[in-house]
């Protein structure tokens, strides 16, 4: 079963993570930054969509130039605890104008789907093993919050 | 004192549905303790020695007669009868079962109180000067701002997984009585040439085990621009701070790491790319804040000081005024301490019983509200001066009119080892015994201001780095033993506490303090505090006389 949640529902993954190096899968691929920048104009040359993988070591800033070509930013939390993730998704939605796929890859948990919908993911790879129909009720548990949504909000945003 | 509005009320109930899920969720295995752990911690909800412990937040230390009943209820209902007032206007309850917490969420709710971001690794509950709007000294009142700092902070979305824990205070006097220094953000109300209300910014304060003062990175802020710049300065740290070491975590070791220059430029071009206009405060936001804030509707009185005839009389009476009672801000009303401390009493704690008949107190003297300092005292902030002997009758008969506000048993204390999963030594028994080595009340006031602050372990929650006299239990080779530090202070001189010699086993402590205080009453010059005494003396002066003491004691 998919345990990829976007638009409040599960949905199929069409993409593949591509390694540090090696062959690329076919189709749609999400490649990590370094691999992005060694081998960018390939990349940005090849058949099917492309994301970059940001560790949150990883400065939002370095894909400033590239957003309009990316379809995917993927944010990866190591562990739920560790929020850096939360700043890099507000950066690329709010400074440097990200649209495409925002998602939240790693130690994803069903109670901090919410503040990452709130920073602008839009997508949500849920941690293996964890119930992907008790985590979509996350995303009821509030009504209201204190803070303006990002903005500009990114079609399809929970 | 700040009402809830619709978003409030309905935030604060889905907070509470949300845990009550989230504890259903424990219970059944969902959740494994390790991802629990932080959601109950924003709840305030710790596991310690022997039960959980709910930390309840006081927002600026101000609370009405009902709510101070309804914390009365709770301490009967699901606690042992009794409550802990601790040094961050919370109020802690020892004894809470996990699975009827989210029921006192409830009863809290139900008067808009709240335990949510009294713990975790977020930004903490914000915390002020608890004379707020009393304060003859102050330039503004500050709580509005810190209204709307709780209200931005609240469930955060970027800042809810922050390094470690954070921790804001904000004054608006002159005398500094939030400790602004101390904290992960210090922040100051103060007026440019223009007398146009901004904030002096302070970052990277904090006691724990690498105690340092903050650092000014900002004269002046204009007051509107507050929120986005400690986005900024909340956003440099999420992004920046470390998160290998626990004990390097805090902003302070950041701010350290870069220098409090290049901390504050990285804050500037962070708070210049952002969209400042949508974070700015207007005036009808803060106006709206404000009227929450509004003083309550004071008689028009006479005399100025109907007291002092009576003051004459009574000695007692004059004894009590000259401690527990402070000047007003109109001149007709006055400050009413009522000290949590003395007779034995475990500093901070209150019965059920005290808090009912307080906030029956006030109801009567001082427009049904009462104020928590951070000294872990009661204060019942309007009281009319033609009032104060009819209160000083009934707190006497309550046993709530101990005169020893600022004194040496005035002691701040954390409930050490007797409560605290992360203690190495007690600190309440210490601070009975200090209490019981000075009684004679009359002695007390000669002695005058001195302030003793006790921490049962590094992470210093009773601010021992700060007092006058410091005392922190230490854990020698499984011996409880205690080292003292002299010269602390939390105010606009702020500076940390000068180790006095080795520690101390727990039936030595009192004694040393008495010989302590003995140098302070033989050396001072009319009219020097003991800090003056202590800067101008040294600690070595002070140290001859306890280690010399003891030698002879041994001996
Ligand atoms: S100082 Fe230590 S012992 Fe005291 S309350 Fe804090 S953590 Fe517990």
Redesign the interface.
């Given at each position: 079963m998919s345990r990829l949640i976007k638009n409040l529902a599960l949905v199929a993954d069409p993409w593949r993570e591509a390694a540090a190096e090696g062959p690329l899968p076919d189709g749609d691929v999400i490649v990590p930054l370094a691999r992005f920048t060694a081998e960018r104009e390939a990349l940005l040359a090849r058949e099917g969509r492309l994301g970059v993988r940001l560790s949150p070591d990883d400065d939002p800033a370095a894909l400033a130039g590239d957003l309009g070509h990316l379809d995917l930013v993927a944010l990866a939390f190591p562990r739920?605890?560790?929020?850096?993730a939360?700043?890099?998704a507000?950066l690329l939605r709010?400074?440097l104008g990200f649209a495409g796929e925002l998602r939240a890859v790693g130690d994803v948990?069903r109670?901090?789907l919410?503040?990452?919908?709130?920073?602008g993911f839009d997508a949500f790879e849920l941690r293996a093993d964890k119930?992907p129909d008790?985590a979509l009720g996350a995303f009821a548990?509030?009504?209201?919050?204190?803070?303006?949504p990002v903005?500009p909000a990114p079609g399809g945003r929970v | 004192m700040y009402r809830y509005d619709q978003l409030d009320r309905t935030f604060v109930a889905e907070r509470v549905r949300q845990f009550r899920d989230q504890v259903a969720r424990r219970l059944d295995g969902r959740l494994t303790e390790d991802e629990f752990k932080p959601l109950r911690l924003q709840n305030g909800l710790y596991l310690q020695l022997h039960a959980y412990m709910l930390r309840v937040a006081i927002p600026y230390g101000v609370l009405s007669s009902r709510q101070l009943r309804a914390l009365a209820a709770i301490a009967r209902t699901y606690d042992k009868g009794y409550g802990h007032y601790t040094t961050r206007q919370n109020i802690q309850f020892n004894w809470i079962r996990l699975d009827q917490a989210a029921d006192v969420l409830a009863a809290l709710a139900e008067v808009e109180m709240h335990a949510i971001q009294t713990s975790g690794n977020c930004v903490r509950n914000v915390t002020t000067d608890h004379l707020a709007g009393i304060a003859p000294d102050e330039i503004a009142d500050p709580r509005p701002y810190c209204e709307l700092l709780r209200q931005w902070s609240t469930l955060h979305p970027e800042f809810s997984f922050l390094p470690r824990k954070f921790k804001i205070a904000v004054t608006g006097a002159e005398a500094d009585r939030a400790a602004i220094a101390v904290h992960d953000i210090g922040l100051r109300l103060v007026l440019d040439a223009a007398g146009a209300v901004g904030f002096e910014v302070l970052v990277g304060g904090g006691l724990g085990r690498t105690p340092i003062l903050g650092s000014v990175i900002r004269r002046f802020l204009p007051a509107s621009d507050l929120l986005g710049y400690v986005e900024a300065i909340l956003r440099v740290y999420n992004r920046y701070g470390r998160r290998d070491n626990i004990y390097k975590a805090r902003i302070k070791i950041l701010v350290k790491a870069l220098g409090a220059e290049a901390f504050g430029r990285a804050v500037e071009a962070e708070w210049q790319a952002m969209d400042r206009d949508g974070m700015a405060i207007d005036a009808g936001m803060l106006d709206r804040v404000a009227t929450h804030f509004a003083p309550p509707a004071y008689a028009e009185l006479a005399d100025a000081a109907p007291e002092r005839a009576q003051a004459m009389r009574e000695p007692a009476f004059a004894r009590w005024l000259a401690r527990n009672v402070l000047p007003h801000r109109v001149p007709c009303y006055r400050a009413v301490m009522i000290a949590l401390k003395g007779g034995g009493a475990v500093p901070g704690d209150a019965t059920a019983e005290t808090m009912e008949r307080v906030a029956d107190l006030a109801e009567l003297f001082s427009f049904g509200e009462i104020r928590v300092t951070h000294t872990q005292n009661l204060v019942l902030g309007h009281v009319a001066a033609h009032d104060l002997a009819a209160l000083w009758h009934a707190l006497r008969v309550a046993g709530l009119a101990n005169p020893v506000v600022g004194t040496v048993t005035d002691i701040i204390a954390c409930p050490g080892l007797d409560y605290c999963a992360l203690a190495t030594a007690r600190a309440i028994p210490i601070a009975q015994a200090i209490d019981a080595a000075f009684a004679d009340v009359a002695e007390l006031h000669d002695i005058g201001d001195l302030r003793i602050n006790i921490s049962g372990c590094i992470n210093s929650c009773g601010h021992h780095h700060v007092g006058d006299i410091g005392i922190l239990g230490v854990d020698k080779r499984g011996q409880e033993v205690y080292q003292l530090t002299l010269g602390g202070s939390s105010a606009d001189e702020a500076s940390l506490g000068t180790i006095l010699g080795p520690s101390l086993p727990p039936d030595q402590v009192a004694g040393a303090v008495r010989r302590v205080v003995d140098v302070y009453m033989e050396r001072r010059e009319p009219g020097e505090s003991f800090l003056a005494l202590v800067r101008r003396l040294g600690v070595d002066a002070f140290k001859a006389r306890v280690y010399g003491g003891l030698e002879a004691h041994a001996a």
């Open positions: 739920f605890t560790d929020g850096r939360y700043s890099q507000r709010e400074r948990l109670d901090q919410l503040l990452m919908a709130r920073c119930d008790d548990d509030y009504s209201v919050a204190y803070q303006a903005s | -």
